[in-house]
């Protein structure tokens, strides 16, 4: 038998377990199965509003409509299902309409449900918000009508062009939903009378008639940059709804517009269309299509643009992620229900037991979107709802507490007295349970004050070997209740009887806060807050106030009565510094004196300053406190701005924060908690500072865990940043889940990354979920972090968010644009970047034409990298007058052009001399400046310098022609010696182009003179320009001109390279390597090669021309780079073979021997044309 019963015993026990879980499952049988939704309905119609419940039954189903139960009529009457059915909706004012908010509640054994909320709305359409207004635009503009209207459902907007319908989209004319009406390229015929039509079910309304006038086109267009007249407008659009962001630009050409996203994602192509002429439309719009849009405004065949950006928030019903979970606690136990729900805006959570929402006490608290139950009774035992709602939708979700009782609890702790031993003590006794005390192994002692509501409860644990206990952290001159519960291991006794008590006034705990001002300059009036209870610690019955000059220690004192909190000080001395103090008293006696206050009255001639600001101070949290002023309308003074200073008690004042004049508010954040700050207050204008208001203030502290035996909130969660603009960053982020009675508020930091000044940090504060951050720096990184205050607890900061904000189009053009016309038909255009910090340039645009070309609006366009600030023009005609101009872009946009630059070209070129050389070539106006002017005198110098270059010429050539055969044998000798080691050394003997030592001697370059000697175009500068080889066969000196050609065999017999120049230009003095390659020049064919072979460039840059008239695209290539590379050297200075297979020594040879006989003759007839060496020989120097 004794098996049988241990496996019945087992049996009742499993029974006895699984019970409570049964319960637990059977409560799941009451849900909905069909719930009321948003319904929309015209007057007089019947409607029905679903609610079916299933669950044990019997089931009683109720409506509530906005909180409030239905009754039921003929009219509005419950179906047998549970349903809702109006026959007749009625509109009326009032209560009487049955429009609102409709809740279905159904109840049975285990408790009630409440369903989700269902709008009931009367299909209406109301009169026109905005009506259109009568416009005139010119012809070939556009234009632009808008009308807005309420209604319900939508409606839809027509528009009709006297009295007759447009059509909603056609090639010109475009009809947004949102009731915008545009026109572009606007006709003569387009003029007349224009109104909106808005219709839904309910009826159909006319706007009044706005009239269209169109004025002719005033002459011939002229080239506009593109600009934004509509830009797109932040929106938030709910979920699956149409977004639509309105786009319209000017210009001509006209502009074409275009769109992308901001964080460079692709636009949902299958969601979104773009309606007219850049209107984009996005239709069922998802959480992914939320962010900033950017309209760009381009002129057709360029990337001039200009560009608007808007963010789009995609708001969202609650949906829940964290549901809660049915629990069984027993009696005195704890239960906790969590809830997570999202959505946008954040949702609110409120938590219902049986269909009604539940109220916070001692006993039950709600935080972080948690319901905690403590000291569990057998009321408690319900089914609770979470329900997670926003302007959107509310959503519901249930479960059920089981509390499991005990048959063998003790009874209740009895006789319990309260005894008030000081002003922060009470002393607590009482007597056992008269039941089961045996078995009770603890006690706990719970209180909390017996005023006010929702008063946190505090609870002390003690054990079983006592029945007296004091609680010594009360405040003074407060009402406590207080109960006691018995504990055992399986359960917990029924509350005591709770019983009351006072505790004892104190002295002050602190003295008020002094707020000090002066109405003229002999007085102070002085004002305070009454001290609050937890500081006063009783009845506050008399205040003392202190006062003295900085420079005595003589203090008068004046005492006034308990109600007071302000009195004038009188007869005071101007333009002194007085310090005041306060101290209270109660009925016990006087607290501590506060710290002294500085004032300083005013000066008694200050009567055209401005009076002293009302100042208020509140402390938003423990480490902000926001200031508020305002001046009275009697202050007529014309005010500047404001000086605010604030510091630390102890510490000294800094330096004030300088306010503009309408600022009427100022955040002052990253203060210490538990600390009392000095904060001053005054207004300036032209005469100098006014009146001044002080006031002192104690931030609060910020309660730990300990304090308030509840966790600090979390921070805020999902906090993202994107830039809007260049200036701008939108943040976002989500509240964490907890619900509370108390206004939550939020404090931004912002901060550049890596600030290393702490007083730059930027705090801001909102009581919103989303911020716009304005006033920063363009193209900087920043730092974001937010955290959460709510009844002074704060939160720990969020994780740190990082932004950069968008660099900003350049304002300025760049800067010493210069034009320099270097040879026939090229120039170079330089310019330095815009004198601009923080703006990025990506590129530049040149714009070259001549004035012909300009007339006809067609521009030759070049594109430079940002680190590329010069560009060769080419091809330029003779005859012409060119017009350049250069601007600086970036992603964000271009920047203006700088002043047009003019370059003339000579027209005459039949002398072949260079252009710049004569008497009537004209100059680039941007070297206007005398930079390369030459004066009188610099002319009248440079001749003599020619005379007396002549005259040295002269000696030299009859010196050489007295030598000459002297010469010709020493000459002839050394030379084919050194040929014909450098042939042993080649490896190849008679190779031409091997000139040992063969040196170019000449006269030295002038300080006017330049040359480029990076390996760039063959290409010398000096103080007139370029000089440019002549391509004429005129006649040179010692036979370096036409008669080479004319005479190939005076050249071949020519001995040695020395050559006479005319004085004033520049030559290059090389040395060739013994071993040279045979592709190489030598010395002698860089001296005599024709100048015509030397002309072009081998970097040469394309240009095109585009029809925008001054605007420039990004489209075109790119410029090569300015100067080439060593290895581009023009082919004509490439290494060919001597004529007639004549060694170099031979022709050495035979060119001395000419220059003997017709030296004297060529020094006579030669033409003062100048000798040009050009381009990089072999090997330079």
Same mark, same amino acid.
């Given at each position: 038998?004794?098996?049988?019963?241990?496996?019945?015993?087992?049996?009742?026990?499993?029974?006895?377990?699984?019970?409570?879980?049964?319960?637990?499952?059977?409560?799941?049988?009451?849900?909905?199965?069909?719930?009321?939704?948003?319904?929309?309905?015209?007057?007089?119609?019947?409607? =029905?509003?679903?609610?079916?419940?299933?669950?044990?039954?019997?089931?009683?189903?109720?409506?509530?409509?906005?909180?409030?139960?239905?009754?039921?009529?003929?009219?509005?009457?419950?179906?047998?299902?549970?349903?809702?059915?109006?026959?007749?909706?009625?509109?009326?004012?009032?209560?009487?309409?049955?429009?609102?908010?409709?809740?279905?509640?159904?109840?049975?054994?285990?408790?009630?449900?409440?369903?989700?909320?269902?709008?009931?709305? =009367?299909?209406?359409?109301?009169?026109?918000? =905005?009506?259109?207004?009568?416009?005139?635009?010119?012809?070939?503009?556009?234009?632009?009508?808008?009308?807005?209207?309420?209604?319900?459902?939508?409606?839809?907007?027509?528009?009709?062009?006297?009295?007759?319908?447009? +059509?909603?989209?056609?090639?010109?004319?475009?009809?947004?939903?949102?009731?915008?009406?545009?026109?572009?390229?606007?006709?003569?015929?387009?003029?007349?009378?224009?109104?909106?039509?808005?219709?839904?079910?309910?009826?159909?309304?006319?706007?009044?008639?706005?009239?269209?006038?169109?004025?002719?086109? +005033?002459?011939?267009?002229?080239?506009?940059?593109?600009?934004?007249?509509?830009?797109?407008?932040?929106?938030?659009?709910?979920?699956?709804?149409?977004?639509?962001?309105?786009?319209?630009?000017?210009?001509?050409?006209?502009?074409?517009?275009?769109?992308?996203?901001?964080?460079?994602?692709?636009?949902?192509?299958?969601?979104?269309?773009?309606?007219?002429?850049?209107?984009?439309? =996005?239709?069922?719009?998802?959480?992914?299509?939320?962010?900033?849009?950017?309209?760009?405004?381009?002129?057709?065949?360029?990337?001039?643009?200009?560009?608007?950006?808007?963010?789009?928030?995609?708001?969202?019903?609650?949906?829940?992620?964290?549901?809660?979970?049915?629990?069984?606690?027993?009696?005195?136990?704890?239960?906790?229900?969590?809830?997570?729900?999202?959505?946008?805006?954040?949702?609110?959570?409120?938590?219902?037991?049986?269909?009604?929402?539940?109220?916070?006490?001692?006993?039950i608290k709600m935080y972080n979107s948690k319901l905690v139950i403590n000291q569990i009774t057998p009321e408690d035992d319900a089914i609770y709802q979470c329900q997670a709602e926003n302007e959107l939708g509310s959503v519901l979700s249930m479960a059920r507490l089981i509390v499991v009782m005990s048959e063998d609890r003790p009874s209740a702790p009895r006789n319990i007295l309260a005894d008030t031993v000081s002003s922060s003590a009470i002393l607590l006794s009482w007597e056992r349970p008269l039941f089961n005390s045996d078995k009770v192994i603890a006690y706990s002692v719970h209180y909390m004050k017996a005023e006010g509501l929702n008063n946190e409860e505090y609870q002390a644990v003690i054990g079983n070997d006592t029945t007296r206990y004091i609680i010594d952290d009360l405040e003074p001159a407060c009402n406590y209740t207080f109960y006691i519960v018995a504990y055992m291991p399986m359960g917990a006794s029924r509350m005591s009887d709770h019983v009351f008590q006072h505790t004892l006034e104190d002295v002050p705990l602190r003295a008020p806060e002094l707020s000090l001002t002066s109405h003229s300059p002999v007085d102070i009036q002085v004002s305070w807050q009454p001290l609050p209870d937890k500081l006063s610690r009783g009845r506050v019955s008399a205040y003392r106030l202190y006062y003295r000059t900085s420079a005595e220690s003589t203090v008068s004192q004046v005492e006034l009565p308990g109600q007071k909190t302000q009195h004038l000080l009188e007869n005071l001395q101007p333009d002194t510094i007085y310090l005041l103090r306060i101290s209270a008293a109660t009925g016990v006696g006087w607290g501590e004196q506060s710290a002294w206050t500085s004032h300083r009255t005013p000066k008694a001639s200050s009567a055209r300053v401005p009076l002293a600001p009302d100042l208020h101070l509140e402390p938003l949290n423990c480490t902000t406190i926001l200031a508020r002023w305002q001046l009275e309308t009697r202050n007529s003074v014309s005010v500047l701005g404001y000086k605010l200073f604030y510091h630390e008690e102890t510490q000294p004042e800094s330096a004030p924060l300088q306010l503009r004049a309408f600022d009427n508010k100022r955040s002052i954040s990253g203060l210490d908690p538990r600390k009392k700050y000095h904060i001053k207050l005054l207004a300036y204008n032209s005469v100098g500072d006014g009146y001044q208001a002080d006031q002192t203030i104690s931030t609060p502290g910020c309660v730990s865990v300990r304090d308030r035996l509840v966790p600090p909130p979390p921070p805020p969660h999902n906090v993202y940043a994107k830039t809007n603009s260049s200036t701008t960053v939108f943040l976002h982020w989500s509240q964490p889940a907890f619900t509370s009675s108390h206004a939550v508020n939020y404090t931004v930091r912002c901060n550049p990354v890596g600030l290393q000044n702490a007083s730059l940090v930027l705090y801001l504060q909102t009581n919103e979920q989303n911020i716009l951050v304005r006033d920063l720096e363009p193209n900087t990184r920043y730092e974001f972090a937010i955290r959460l205050h709510i009844d002074l607890l704060s939160s720990p900061w969020s994780p740190v968010v990082y932004q950069t904000t968008s660099p900003e189009a350049p304002t300025l053009p760049p800067s010493n644009v210069r034009v320099t016309l270097i040879e026939v038909g090229t120039a170079l255009v330089s310019w330095k970047p815009p004198d601009e910090p923080n703006v990025a340039v990506t590129h530049y645009t040149v714009l070259y034409a001549s004035r012909q070309a300009w007339i006809a609006g067609k521009w030759q366009v070049l594109h430079r990298e940002g680190t590329t600030t010069m560009a060769l023009l080419e091809n330029l005609k003779p005859g012409h007058i060119y017009l350049v101009k250069v601007s600086a872009s970036n992603n964000v946009g271009g920047g203006p052009f700088s002043n047009v630059v003019e370059l003339s070209m000579r027209a005459d070129r039949s002398s072949g001399r260079d252009p710049r050389l004569s008497a009537g070539s004209t100059y680039s106006t941007g070297f206007s400046d005398g930079f390369y002017h030459l004066d009188q005198k610099s002319m009248t110098g440079i001749t003599v310098g020619v005379c007396i270059a002549l005259i040295c010429i002269i000696i030299c050539a009859f010196v050489i022609v007295c030598r000459g055969k002297n010469r010709e044998f020493s000459a002839v000798k050394t030379q084919a010696d050194r040929a014909s080691v450098s042939a042993s050394a080649a490896g190849q003997p008679g190779t031409e182009g091997q000139a040992d030592d063969a040196d170019v001697t000449g006269p030295t370059m002038s300080q006017n003179h330049f040359i480029d000697t990076k390996g760039g175009t063959n290409l010398i500068i000096n103080g007139l320009g370029p000089v440019q080889p002549t391509t004429e066969k005129k006649e040179k000196w010692f036979s370096f001109g036409s008669t080479l050609k004319k005479d190939s065999k005076i050249v071949q017999n020519m001995k040695h390279g020395d050559a006479a120049y005319q004085p004033g230009t520049t030559m290059l003095t090389f040395k060739a390597e013994l071993s040279m390659s045979s592709e190489q020049p030598t010395s002698m064919q860089a001296l005599l090669w024709r100048p015509g072979d030397m002309e072009g460039s081998s970097n040469s840059e394309g240009s095109h021309e585009t029809g925008d008239s001054g605007r420039y695209s990004h489209d075109e290539t790119e410029m090569t780079n300015l100067s080439s590379g060593s290895g581009s050297r023009p082919a004509s200075l490439t290494g060919e073979d001597t004529p007639d297979g004549q060694s170099l020594t031979e022709v050495k040879v035979s060119v001395v021997e000419s220059v003997e006989k017709k030296s004297q003759q060529e020094v006579q007839g030669s033409s003062a044309a100048p000798l040009q060496v050009c381009g990089p020989g072999p090997e330079s120097v």
């Open positions: 038998m004794a098996p049988v019963k241990n496996k019945f015993h087992q049996r009742v026990l499993l029974f006895a377990a699984l019970l409570p879980i049964s319960g637990v499952l059977c409560f799941s049988e009451l849900f909905f199965i069909k719930e009321p939704r948003d319904v929309t309905v015209m007057r007089r119609d019947s409607v =029905i509003l679903d609610c079916q419940a299933h669950g044990e039954s019997p089931i009683d189903v109720r409506w509530l409509k906005n909180g409030v139960s239905v009754v039921e009529s003929e009219r509005v009457y419950l179906l047998s299902n549970g349903s809702l059915y109006i026959s007749e909706v009625e509109s009326r004012r009032g209560d009487k309409s049955d429009e609102g908010l409709y809740q279905c509640l159904a109840q049975n054994r285990y408790g009630a449900i409440l369903s989700q909320k269902a709008r009931l709305t =009367i299909a209406s359409i109301s009169s026109f918000t =905005i009506q259109p207004v009568s416009v005139v635009v010119t012809q070939g503009s556009i234009a632009r009508l808008s009308c807005k209207i309420s209604a319900q459902p939508p409606p839809i907007i027509t528009w009709e062009f006297n009295r007759v319908t447009l +059509p909603l989209a056609t090639e010109r004319i475009t009809v947004l939903p949102s009731g915008v009406l545009q026109i572009h390229g606007v006709q003569h015929s387009d003029a007349g009378n224009y109104r909106c039509i808005a219709t839904n079910i309910a009826s159909r309304r006319r706007s009044n008639e706005a009239t269209l006038t169109v004025t002719p086109a +005033p002459g011939p267009l002229r080239p506009q940059r593109p600009r934004i007249i509509t830009a797109p407008q932040n929106s938030s659009v709910p979920l699956h709804q149409t977004a639509i962001l309105e786009c319209m630009a000017t210009g001509y050409p006209r502009p074409i517009i275009s769109w992308s996203r901001a964080d460079s994602k692709s636009i949902d192509v299958y969601n979104t269309q773009v309606l007219g002429n850049g209107n984009l439309i =996005i239709m069922d719009i998802q959480r992914k299509h939320g962010g900033v849009y950017m309209c760009r405004a381009t002129t057709p065949g360029t990337r001039n643009y200009t560009v608007a950006s808007a963010n789009v928030t995609v708001l969202a019903p609650p949906s829940l992620v964290e549901w809660p979970e049915s629990l069984t606690r027993p009696r005195a136990g704890t239960a906790r229900f969590v809830c997570q729900a999202e959505g946008v805006p954040t949702p609110q959570v409120t938590w219902l037991k049986n269909g009604e929402k539940v109220k916070s006490n001692g006993r």
